[in-house]
């Protein structure tokens, strides 16, 4: 039987804590996390001290945040026999993205949508004819939450963080419902890549974990990309521009576009899709000394990994000699594709299956094209497939979450741990 799908009440209460969650200022920072700063932000601090005090009011037990700003509690089995035994950890992050920000958010709330055109501040427009999941939410007069424009939303992921909190606050309702022990982590710094870093494994007791950082309903994700990231520096020499001729300047900002025109075009992730890698370059940045180019390398094959990288690097060589210039190329891997883990533990896919035909949830097992806190632990251990929020065109102004998915989220939640 659902549980939180079908009833008003806690529909309402999901709705509200979704919408407290994103107006809290949370943006990671990619920059700083490269550089060691950790957490990248010290606005993380405040979503993770509102976290803690729901938390500990739901009746979580040994709720803290850590040092590194991880959200820790758990949730006692109130069963007996094997289940009394067993342990499910769920996480989501805190941080949002840096690509769009995410301060200031007004969250737009449309109930019964039924299809009509929606039109935001700065043009962003959202249609069913152009939005398929859209037209689907019309079809069911699903609640959705959009911008109003000028930020993100941050449904990626504080629709988990509201799912878990949901699941959390039913529990705690209902101390008749038989559950094994669960444990919940919000993370900080997923976005930049870091999220994992300094997880507190020591008080992990759960052996299997799920991820609640999806999207569309029904999308049951357990592979994901390989991901590296590169940092390419292109060394030049400055004089005054006008006696810059005979070798005297060497102009790294012309090498680094060099370097980006001769990057394949079929390799960008606007002409990607499905199980194709990319290589996308994120952001350049430099003068006439010396410009710096960083890109993210993508693919679901190890061996193509290794291509890109040798693309990036022959490219890198030939801009840098066609200007009589220097570079030098760092690599620096982030996650693996954890479809290789995940299949020495077919029980925790088989349970997380179960618990979506039980809501009722048409199963879409895709890839992820990109990645998430689960790679990290599958990749160390606690194998932790992806499960979806109800959250749609993340880490833009176009970002809409439906309500009803999110509620769906919550069901499979509760499912998973019922005895």
């Not at 700003?69 to 109130?78: E, K, L, Q, T």
């Not at 427009?125 to 939303?153: C, F, M, R, W, Y």
């Not at 005297?248 to 090498?255: D, E, G, Q, R």
């Not at 929020?389 to 989220?409: D, F, I, P």
């Amino acid at each position: 039987m659902n549980k939180i799908s079908e009833n008003k009440e806690y529909s309402k209460r999901l709705l509200d804590r979704f919408v407290k969650y994103v107006k809290i200022w949370s943006e990671s920072d990619g920059n700083a996390a490269d550089n060691g700063v950790f957490p990248s932000t010290e606005r993380q601090w405040d979503m993770a001290k509102v976290l803690e005090s729901d938390m500990k009011e739901l009746g979580l037990e040994d709720v803290q945040v850590t040092d590194k700003c991880y959200v820790y509690g758990r949730i006692p089995s109130n069963c007996s026999g094997d289940a009394a035994k067993e342990s499910i950890l769920f996480l989501a992050h805190m941080d949002t993205v840096d690509e769009v920000t995410g301060r200031d958010v007004k969250p737009q709330i449309f109930e019964n949508y039924d299809g009509q055109e929606i039109r935001l501040k700065n043009g962003v427009v959202h249609s069913p004819t152009d939005d398929q999941a859209l037209a689907e939410a019309a079809k069911n007069h699903e609640t959705i939450i959009t911008t109003d424009g000028t930020t993100l939303l941050g449904g990626d992921d504080k629709a988990g963080v509201s799912a878990i909190m949901t699941m959390a606050e039913y529990f705690h309702d209902h101390p008749e419902e038989k559950h094994c022990n669960i444990e919940v982590i919000f993370s900080p710094d997923e976005e930049t890549g870091h999220g994992m870093d300094f997880v507190p494994m020591e008080m992990i007791k759960s052996k299997c974990a799920y991820t609640v950082d999806g999207g569309n309903i029904g999308e049951l994700e357990s592979e994901c990309f390989n991901a590296w990231a590169a940092e390419v520096n292109f060394i030049g020499k400055a004089c005054h521009t006008g006696d810059a001729k005979k070798g005297k300047m060497v102009n790294a900002v012309s090498m680094a576009g060099k370097f980006l025109s001769l990057l394949p075009h079929t390799m960008t992730p606007e002409t990607t899709e499905n199980y194709e890698g990319f290589i996308a370059p994120m952001e350049v940045a430099g003068s006439i000394d010396s410009c710096k180019v960083q890109l993210l390398l993508r693919s679901f094959s190890s061996l193509e990994i290794e291509l890109e990288k040798k693309i990036v690097s022959d490219c890198a060589e030939a801009a840098a000699i066609s200007f009589n210039g220097k570079a030098e190329v760092n690599f620096r891997e982030q996650y693996k594709n954890m479809k290789e883990k995940m299949t020495e533990h077919p029980e925790v896919l088989e349970k997380l299956r179960a618990a979506y035909r039980a809501a009722g949830v048409a199963i879409v097992e895709k890839p992820i094209r990109g990645g998430t806190d689960g790679s990290r632990l599958t990749e160390m251990g606690l194998p932790c497939p992806n499960i979806f929020t109800g959250g749609h065109k993340y880490h833009s102004r176009c970002e809409w979450v439906s309500l009803n998915q999110m509620a769906k989220a919550a069901d499979i939640l509760i499912n998973i741990v019922r005895e």
